[in-house]
């Protein structure tokens, strides 16, 4: 079955769909600094790097599934919480508007789970009802997931929309949990000595590295950051990885984080050298890429980004490919 994606970024949700055995034809991303990363890792999809509010729809490929994360910073509990009343929160408004005209079989589209907040309800009603409505109408699904109950070494709560256009007669049910948990010792256990810190203004290392992409961001830790436990065990599973450089989880290897006063937490002293940032290849781990997936940067910040905002492999694989089979 043949795919367009839109809001692709580096392609963790892309991927994931091909590997259950959809073709990816087509892509879309306006992001300069992703184009390289998609294009040399998914060499069979054409990339319109246009933004998706000028795309007019005939020159979108036919196909037989949309899929796509519209820019989640306008939902995000950590963001400004404008929602809807942000332009990037209306993107959702163009993906339904091509939806409408391209009638695919199914759509897939994911964001934050801070759409689920009271005061996004209004909006996130009206994106249910246009998808329900567009053209001859969809019979969607909606539910918040968690990766971790899918082979994924990270709590990260998504929401996602699944629509079936209504003529086929077909509804999506999500898959269920998966008991096992994936730890961080699985995921990244055999990094834990080969990272490179960034070079100086956090640049890459390039070829330097001796597992490609193994290197952290460098540099200091805001009051914020500094206010929580940001360690996670190595039985555990990671905290959600974020688009922000700063804001990576440190690396298992450090004890948790020890407790000031109520809202600022410190190093344990005498063990400072051990606390250091996931690099971007134990990020990509975490969201379960693949290591033959590279990514090409300058600076380390467009990788955390491109990383960060990715639907991860495993659990887009995973959802996929129980639409694969609902429409075999």
């Known amino acids: 079955m043949q795919l367009v994606s839109f809001f692709s970024g580096a392609g963790g949700l892309d991927l ?34 246009r933004s998706i509010t000028d795309i007019p729809a005939e020159e979108v490929p036919d196909c037989d599934g949309m899929i796509g994360g519209p820019p989640c910073q306008s939902w995000s509990t950590a963001g400004k919480l404008r929602g809807i009343e942000d332009n990037r929160g209306q993107l959702f408004y163009d993906f339904i508007r091509i939806l409408e005209a391209k009638q695919p079989k199914f759509f ?90 960034a070079k100086e203004g956090n640049y890459t290392n390039g070829k330097a590295c001796r597992v490609p992409n193994h ?37 298992p290897q450090a004890p948790k984080m020890e407790t000031v006063d109520k809202d600022r937490k410190q190093f344990v002293p005498g063990k400072e050298g051990l606390y250091r940032r996931l690099s971007v290849r134990e990020v990509a781990r975490i969201q379960t890429f693949p290591d033959d997936f590279i990514f090409y940067y300058n600076n380390l910040a467009a990788a955390y980004k491109m990383i960060g905002n990715a639907v991860p492999v495993r659990l887009a694989q995973i959802i996929a490919s129980k639409i694969k089979a609902d429409f075999e």
């Open 16 to 49: 994931g769909f091909t590997r259950a055995g959809f073709n990816v034809i087509w892509a879309n991303e306006y992001d300069r600094h992703v184009w390289e990363t998609y294009e040399k890792n998914h060499p069979l999809s054409q990339l319109d790097r």
């Open 108 to 197: 897939l589209a994911e964001n934050v789970a801070g759409m689920l907040l009271p005061r996004n309800a209004d909006a996130l009603n009206s994106i249910k009802k246009l998808f329900k409505k567009a053209g001859e109408g969809y019979d969607l699904s909606f539910q918040q997931l968690n990766a971790r109950d899918y082979l994924v070494p990270q709590d990260r709560k998504r929401v996602f929309f699944v629509g079936y256009r209504r003529d086929l007669g077909k509804r999506f049910t999500f898959p269920n949990p998966v008991e096992m948990k994936l730890s961080l010792r699985a995921a990244i256990g055999d990094l834990q000595d080969t990272a490179l810190p």
């Open 215 to 251: 290197e952290y961001f460098t540099g200091g830790f805001s009051s914020l950051y500094m206010s929580r436990n940001r360690v996670r065990s190595w039985d555990d599973v990671s905290f959600t990885i974020q688009a922000g450089a700063r804001h990576a989880p440190l690396h």
